[in-house]
C-alpha cells in the first residue's frame, strides 16, 4: 500500500503498488471506479487487504500476475489464486487466531475479482461471451458459498493422502505383491478388500466390521441405454448385531450411517474374489474374517494399517509428514474418497449445495453435521497444493489393473 505524494495533500489518497512502487493497474481501475465513495481511512484498509492479495499471486506467479490474468480473463488460474489465497487465510487465520481480519480480507478480494470480471466479460470477444458468464456464474456460486473463517475443533482438519503415497499402499496392499507384507494369500485378499471399502466407499471402521457376508446385492436395470447391471452395498444388517462375539463390538455413529451405497465393477470383482475364494469357513456372518474363523476386531484392523504404514518406502512416510502430519488411517481413507467424491459432483455441473447433500447422504452424516463443507473446503485446499497427482478415478480403475492376471486365475 502506498499513498501518492505529488499530489495536494487533499487529494492524496491511498493506493496499491508493487515492489517498484508501480501501482497495481486493475485495483487502481476498481479502487478509482467502482469504490469512489470510500473515505480516506476505509480505501487505505482496502488497499491493505488488496496488497495480500497482490503479494500471494506475485509469489507463486510472478509480478503483476493478477493484473494479467484479470486483464486476459484467465479465469482457470484466477480459479487457481483464489483458492490457493482462500487457503492461505484460513492457515494464518488458524495460527494466529484472528477470524475476523481474514474474513474481511476475502470478502473484499472476492468482491475485487468478481465486480472485475463481471465488467470484463460483455467487452470480450462475441463468441466467447456466453461461456465465459457461464463460467463465471459458477464460480460465483462457489465462491460465495466459502468462508475464511473456521472453527478451531480438533476434528476440523482434513487429512488427505497424496496420490504418490496412494500408488505405494496399492503395491502393498495387493495380493501377490512383492511389496505386501502379509504372509497368507487369503489374508492379502481380506486386507486387499478392507483397503478398497475404505477408499473407494469412504466407510468408517465401524461400518466396514459390521459388514455381512452377503452386503452386496445386483440387479438389472431398463434405461434408454438398455440393459444395465447395478451394485449397492448395505452398511448394516441387523444379523450383525445378533451374532457378534467379539468384546469390543463395533456399531453405527449415527441412524444415519445405516445407507446403500452405489459399487463400482472393480470393487464388486473384489468382493466376489474375496468371498468365493479366499474367506474362511465360519459359522459368524460378517464379511471380514479372521484367520480362526473370527469376525476381523478393531485392534486387528489397526493392527493392519501399522503394518502397511511400516511397509511405506521413507520418503512416502514423510510425504505424510509435510501434508499436516497425515498417519495412514481407515479415516485418513475415508477423508481422501470424500474430496474425490465432491471433486467428482462438482466435476459434472452440480452447485456446492447439491455437491454438499450428496456427499451428506453418500457418507451417512446428519442434516446438521458441518463435515461435508469442511471437505468442500479441503477440495479447493488440496486443488492448490496438488495433492492429486492424477484423476481420482483413473486411480480406482487402476487398483485391479496390476492385479488383473491375479484375478482372471483366481477366478
Request: aromatic fraction near 10%; proline fraction near 4%.
Amino acid at each position: 500500500m502506498h499513498r501518492t505524494r505529488l499530489a495536494p495533500l487533499n487529494f492524496q489518497t491511498s493506493i496499491v503498488v508493487d515492489d517498484y512502487n508501480i501501482p497495481r493497474f486493475w485495483s487502481t481501475i476498481w479502487l478509482d471506479s467502482f469504490k469512489t465513495r470510500l473515505a480516506n481511512s476505509t480505501r487505505a484498509r482496502y488497499c491493505k487487504h488488496l496488497s495480500q492479495l497482490y503479494k500471494h499471486t506475485d509469489e507463486l506467479y510472478g509480478t503483476r500476475s493478477l493484473d494479467r490474468a484479470i486483464t486476459n480473463l484467465n479465469l482457470d488460474q484466477i480459479e487457481q489464486i483464489l483458492s490457493g489465497f482462500l487457503q492461505k487465510l484460513r492457515r494464518d487465520q488458524y495460527m494466529v487466531r484472528q477470524p475476523s481480519g481474514s474474513a474481511e480480507t476475502w470478502r473484499i478480494c472476492k468482491d475485487f475479482v468478481f465486480t472485475l470480471l463481471e465488467y470484463l466479460a460483455p467487452i470480450a470477444a462475441e463468441a466467447s461471451v456466453a461461456t465465459i458468464l457461464l463460467r463465471l456464474q459458477h464460480r460465483v456460486q462457489l465462491y460465495d458459498q466459502l468462508s475464511a473463517t473456521t472453527r478451531f475443533h480438533r476434528h476440523a482438519a482434513i487429512r488427505l493422502i497424496p496420490a504418490t503415497v496412494l500408488g505405494e499402499l496399492v503395491a502393498i496392499f495387493s495380493p501377490g505383491s512383492a511389496d505386501n507384507p502379509f504372509k497368507s494369500i487369503d489374508q492379502q485378499w481380506r486386507n486387499w478388500l478392507l483397503f478398497n471399502l475404505y477408499l473407494s466407499l469412504g466407510l468408517r471402521r465401524g461400518e466396514a466390521l459390521l459388514l455381512d457376508a452377503d452386503c452386496i446385492k445386483q440387479d438389472k436395470v431398463f434405461s434408454s441405454k438398455g440393459v444395465q447391471e447395478i451394485a449397492w452395498l448395505t452398511t448394516f444388517h441387523s444379523a450383525s448385531q445378533d451374532h457378534d462375539p467379539r468384546y469390543s463390538k463395533p456399531s453405527l455413529k449415527t441412524t444415519f450411517s445405516q445407507r446403500d451405497i452405489p459399487v463400482g465393477r472393480e470393487l464388486l470383482s473384489i468382493f466376489d474374489i474375496y468371498t468365493h475364494n479366499f474367506r474362511p469357513r465360519s459359522k459368524y456372518p460378517q464379511l471380514l474374517i479372521s484367520r480362526n474363523g473370527l469376525p476381523l476386531s478393531s485392534a486387528r484392523v489397526n493392527s493392519i494399517f501399522c503394518r502397511a504404514n511400516g511397509a511405506l518406502s521413507r520418503s512416502a512416510r514423510a510425504t505424510l509428514n509435510q501434508h499436516h502430519s497425515v498417519t495412514l488411517s481407515p479415516h485418513s481413507l475415508r477423508h481422501t474418497a470424500a474430496v474425490y467424491r465432491i471433486h467428482s459432483y462438482m466435476s459434472q455441473g452440480d452447485s456446492l449445495d447439491i455437491a454438499i447433500e450428496k456427499l451428506r447422504v453418500f457418507f451417512g452424516w446428519a442434516p446438521n453435521s458441518q463435515m461435508p463443507r469442511l471437505y468442500a473446503r479441503a477440495y479447493f485446499e488440496s486443488s492448490h497444493q496438488q495433492i492429486w497427482t492424477e484423476s481420482f478415478d483413473d486411480f480406482i480403475q487402476g487398483l485391479t489393473a496390476s492385479i488383473g492376471a491375479q484375478c482372471n486365475v483366481e477366478a
